[in-house]
């Protein structure tokens, strides 16, 4: 494991700390350092105090191979996500606010309505009803070849990437939408692009930033 990954990891933590997006001892973050090896978060640790000789090491099987403390309780929910999809490299959980809103009401927030949410978390996953940490791997297994993130009810974000910096885009782009999109209620509500500026803008997307 290179320290410079540790270091981003640690940083990761940080700034959703700073964010507000994983208050208290909430949330957890992993990069998958090898096709057998994750680094994870420890669990019980508030994400603000998480430093690089703070993280676990964790083979496929979730079975720790260094680290003091041990891995996050949803590191199964990780580890279904780099099992499912080897495009993936970083996965993050957390309780952003305004997901956190739309989490609580079951409900996935209006999508195809912001342009640049919808390059990024176009392909979010509503899940109901309440996924506990331990059937959460089961879901994600079930459609992690179809989508980038989930939504879970009553609960939080769950959100990957091809990197750390790619997710942390999702989180942060998925939770201004939820923001924005409960804010656009007040006056009407959320609009969808039209389909044909949707094909356009994925175009562009496609061209531009390749997945
Ligand atoms: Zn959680």
């Not at 420890?42 to 891995?71: A, F, I, Q, Y």
């Not at 059937?135 to 009810?153: D, Y």
């Amino acid at each position: 494991m290179s320290g410079s990954t540790a270091s981003s990891i640690a940083q990761a933590c940080v700034r959703l700390s700073a964010l507000g997006m994983a208050s208290a001892n909430g949330g957890n973050v992993s990069v998958r350092a090898s096709k057998s090896r994750v680094l994870v978060t420890p669990t019980g640790m508030c994400l603000h105090e998480v430093t690089p000789g703070d993280l676990v090491t964790v083979n496929m099987s979730g079975r720790k191979l260094k680290g003091r403390g041990k891995p996050s309780i949803e590191t199964q929910s990780h580890l279904a996500f780099y099992e499912e999809r080897p495009d993936i490299r970083s996965v993050i959980h957390c309780h952003p606010p305004y997901a956190l809103a739309w989490a609580l009401a079951r409900k996935a927030p209006p999508m195809k309505c912001f342009c640049e949410g919808y390059f990024l978390v176009d392909d979010v996953k509503l899940v109901r009803p309440y996924q506990t940490p331990v059937t959460q791997p089961a879901v994600v297994r079930k459609h992690a070849a179809k989508v980038n993130g989930f939504l879970l009810s009553n609960h939080g974000l769950l959100m990957a990437g091809a990197e750390l910096r790619t997710a942390l885009l999702r989180v942060e782009t998925y939770e201004l939408l939820c923001q924005s999109a409960l804010q656009a209620e007040r006056i009407g509500g959320a609009q969808q692009i039209e389909p044909r500026q949707l094909a356009w803008l994925r175009r562009l997307h496609d061209e531009h930033f390749p997945r």
